[in-house]
């Protein structure tokens, strides 16, 4: 388990990486979420990141404020990384952003696809710098299509890709998005998947390349179980249509019509209903996940409960043993249910609050969370790396970097001199630090 860092002990970034990634230079051009959390993660895997951010900062630096130019959502998306601020439209960024080109192994860009050319960090022009760099473009909806211009957030994925209508909860009929933003830190995931396959290519050959990862293409990837199309459902498929446009029209709510759809086009939905599902308690809940007929048999021989059709999950006989599911599992603890099901091998778990996560024995023991001391607002606790190797070290990340911390020591390595270095800071290219209050 990891101990508590202070990060005036042990910096941030490339001072402190032992990781199978140390030696590779990260320069991030992003904001939120997404490319963000592809930076935290090479970052936890020992690459020095260097995060650019504009004056005024990321803009998830405003939000849940813990200091000035300091706040939650920032520091639980960006530990392990040094921050520069550089104002990219002034005219005398170029020899900046082309010098970040020059010093970094990889770029993770992040900005709509018209602004990239306004700014000087589109990828042709990056390549032409430094033709070994690897470059993560990243957009809302992929590079290529009528959209491919625009900007968009997780919410709007969820919508266009299928996967909220499966996943999103519901709200005066009305389907609100899913939180944590599964599609933004799903992308960060691929994209960091994708910035480590163009870093071996480049091992193999010599030269970089340009990446494209985007939240519409992580949200039908993730979708992958629930989203598909057989010839066989077409009939099906064609009436549901029809069905759904009845539906609605007559003002079917959300919840309603998602049930509409589970019923005709998601297979296996009556094991969902009673085996692979959530439960209330005595005194908490539990979730139980098991659908081969052993496993189901185990649970009914634990639970006395009578077996089931799963051929007819939505008679009244179906619904009386989920209802009688539902009144067993209240008469017993959480523990009790745990302890017995396990003791079947039937899988199950602990149905935590987020608070409660933080405090799992089995999630502290991988180090799955960690602690961290911030030198604005102390000590906080967020999500470690969700991997590790056996061949190299998996630091454990620094605090997030301050507003402006490390402006001038990286335009120092980036063989910038003391005056010139100066005469950016006094010219409002760069900062290097918060604006006097």
Request: aromatic share 6%; proline share 6%; charged share 25%.
């Amino acid at each position: 388990m990891s101990e508590l860092m202070d990060t005036a002990d042990e910096p941030a970034g490339h001072e402190s990486a032992q990781g199978i990634l140390a030696g590779i230079k990260v320069v991030e051009f992003a904001q939120n979420a997404a490319i963000p959390h592809c930076g935290r993660l090479l970052a936890g895997m020992g690459a020095d990141v260097v995060k650019v951010e504009p004056p005024g900062g990321d803009a998830m630096r405003s939000l849940a404020s813990l200091a000035p130019m300091e706040a939650k959502a920032y520091a639980l998306i960006n530990p392990g990384k040094r921050a520069m601020v550089l104002d990219l439209s002034h005219r005398d960024a170029a020899e900046v952003v082309d010098g970040l080109f020059a010093w970094a192994d990889v770029a993770l860009v992040a900005f709509k696809q018209g602004d990239l050319e306004r700014y000087g960090i589109d990828p042709d022009h990056a390549l032409e710098v430094n033709p070994r760099l690897v470059y993560l473009a990243h957009t809302a909806f992929g590079p290529e299509g009528v959209d491919s211009h625009l900007g968009g957030y997780d919410v709007l994925v969820q919508a266009r890709s299928g996967a909220g209508f499966i996943m999103n909860r519901a709200e005066q009929g009305v389907p609100t998005s899913t939180r944590p933003a599964v599609n933004d830190f799903g992308t960060g995931m691929i994209s960091a998947l994708g910035v480590v396959a163009a870093l071996r290519h480049r091992d193999l050959t010599g030269k970089g390349q340009r990446v494209d990862s985007s939240l519409l293409g992580t949200a039908m990837s993730l979708a992958t179980p629930m989203i598909g199309g057989f010839e066989s459902d077409e009939e099906v498929l064609a009436e549901l249509k029809q069905d759904l446009a009845a539906a609605r029209s007559a003002g079917m709510g959300f919840v309603d019509q998602r049930r509409m759809y589970e019923q005709r086009i998601i297979p296996g939905a009556g094991a969902f209903r009673i085996y692979f599902r959530t439960y209330m308690t005595a005194d908490g809940m539990i979730s139980v996940a098991g659908l081969s007929p052993a496993l189901r048999q185990k649970f009914h021989e634990v639970t006395g409960l009578a077996d089931v059709d799963l051929r007819a999950p939505h008679t009244d006989e179906f619904d009386e043993i989920v209802a009688e599911a539902e009144r067993v599992f209240r008469t017993r603890t959480t523990a009790e249910w745990l302890e017995a099901l396990r003791a079947v091998d039937f899988p199950c778990g602990p149905y935590h609050l987020p608070h409660e996560a933080l405090e799992d024995d089995q999630i502290r023991a991988n180090d799955y969370v960690v602690d961290l001391k911030h030198p604005a607002f102390g000590r906080y606790t967020t999500s470690g790396m969700p991997l590790r190797f056996s061949g190299a070290g998996n630091p454990v990340l620094g605090a997030s970097p301050q507003y402006g911390e490390h402006t001038r020591e990286m335009l120092a390595e980036l063989g910038l001199d003391p005056d010139s270095v100066e005469r950016l800071v006094a010219a409002s290219v760069v900062a290097d630090g918060p604006p006097p209050e």
